[in-house]
């Protein structure tokens, strides 16, 4: 199994990792445009836009891709007529939920946003973020539809036509006296529902044949619903930070978290570029002892990755104060902070998708649900009394507790214990009882 790991760490990883790494350089140059001639204030509204649409992304869309892949790959090559079916029922299922939630959203945004946060300027932020967090959700699918064919090296341009865009209308905004923060929020909109159409339009062979089937409508969910909560857990913890600074403390505290949250996205992508990468193939994995060897292998790879990043720590000051400006100074210490936390998730999460394999999702999700109390726990003593820091602490502790988590999960669902390896079961009969 230390082949397979090798493998996504070197060919088809690197093609996602390089999309999503580009993605990201144009994602903040973005962002560096609204901190640097907007300051901190805007840029802590801009955060928070950014933070809707990632978690309505994250429900209607992201959460639901690995199930995507999984029943994707289980038909793709036995039944293909099936695995067609896959890909309009999966279609169906983010519109059927993301409609009503959507709609449902704006009203209650535009109703309660400026009584939540005491001021009218959150409301456009908090309205477009919940529109444009659909069409990410269609834009996701695409994507999920590409990573289930492993076919990466669409997958990693298309992956950063978003961003191409989103800077591409910095200019045209400018030339057309729009270069403000609701033009800007209004232009990333506008792009992820051009770029979900384009890619409808790409995959139309692929959905040509609509049949909708209930039974795999329910069977779609009945395993998604488990990968979408623990998304939205950890999407909760990783980014919960700016609203609630904003509720505690004000936009100034929101704007220095968000930067230095920003400025380490790299890294979470290097993590993310793993997930997408390894899932259609560790999805392969047939019996505990093959996944036993994948977490056993991996591991010390993922480990070693952490350590070539952590002198990056070194030159935080730099980094922060040379991108940001000297009004950023305030960063520099959150950065260190979530820095840690960026590197025991990369370490940890990858190892979790063995879990899928075996059909045991509940599992990952469970590390998720606690992590994400403990992050609400010290949220409320942290963040009040130590603002920006203390949203970093909480963040930081967050993601310790769940990578400790996910390693003691696999320790005793993989059989390493004495005490589990008599009653661990196996994949197939895992697979039998989903």
């Known amino acids: 199994m230390f082949r397979v790991g090798m493998k996504a760490l070197s060919q088809q990883a690197a093609l996602v990792f390089a999309g999503k790494m580009t993605g990201a350089c144009l994602g903040f140059v973005m962002s560096l445009v609204v901190a640097r001639v907007m300051g901190p204030e805007d840029f802590g509204l801009f955060s928070l836009f950014i933070v809707i649409l990632i978690f309505g992304n994250d429900v209607l869309g992201d959460g639901l891709s690995p199930g995507v892949v999984k029943f994707y790959s289980m038909y793709r090559v036995t039944d293909p007529p099936k695995a067609a079916e896959v890909l309009t029922n999966a279609l169906a299922l983010r519109i059927l939920l993301g409609l009503p939630i959507v709609v449902i959203g704006v009203i209650l945004g535009m109703g309660y946003s400026r009584v939540m946060f005491g001021n009218q300027s959150h409301v456009l932020p908090v309205t477009l973020g919940l529109i444009g967090s659909f069409g990410a959700a269609l834009w996701s699918f695409n994507l999920s539809v590409w990573q289930a064919r492993e076919e990466f090296r669409t997958y990693g341009v298309m992956v950063a036509l978003v961003n191409v865009l989103r800077v591409i209308s910095l200019p045209v905004l400018f030339v057309g006296g729009s270069l403000t923060l609701g033009g800007i929020i209004g232009a990333h909109v506008l792009v992820y529902f051009m770029c979900a159409l384009f890619g409808l339009w790409m995959l139309r062979s692929h959905l040509a044949q609509l049949s909708l089937s ?221």
Request: aromatic share 10%; with cysteine.
């Open 214 to 434: 209930s039974s795999l409508l329910r069977e779609l969910f009945r395993f998604s619903k488990w990968p979408a909560i623990a998304s939205l857990c950890f999407i909760l913890q990783v980014n919960l930070g700016v609203p609630v600074l904003g509720y505690f403390r004000d936009a100034r505290e929101a704007g220095l978290y968000g930067a230095g949250s920003s400025l380490l996205m790299g890294v979470d992508f290097l993590t993310v570029s793993l997930l997408t990468t390894l899932l259609p193939k560790v999805s392969q994995l047939n019996g505990l002892e093959q996944c036993r060897s994948y977490v056993q292998r991996s591991f010390p790879v993922y480990m070693l990755i952490a350590a070539l990043l952590l002198p990056l720590m070194l030159f935080s000051r730099t980094l922060v104060v040379g991108i940001f400006g000297p009004a950023y100074e305030g960063t520099v210490e959150v950065f260190r902070i979530l820095f840690v936390g960026t590197l025991a998730t990369l370490v940890t999460h990858p190892l979790y998708l063995v879990l899928y394999t075996m059909n045991r999702p509940h599992l990952h999700t469970l590390s998720g649900i606690v992590a994400l109390a403990v992050w609400v726990v010290a949220a409320l003593w942290l963040i009040p009394q130590s603002g920006s820091l203390g949203a970093a602490w909480t963040t930081l502790i967050s993601r310790l507790v769940q990578s400790v988590m996910i390693i003691g999960t696999l320790w005793f669902a993989l059989g390493f214990s004495r005490s589990a390896s008599m009653a661990v079961p196996s994949v197939a009969t895992d697979a039998r009882k989903s």
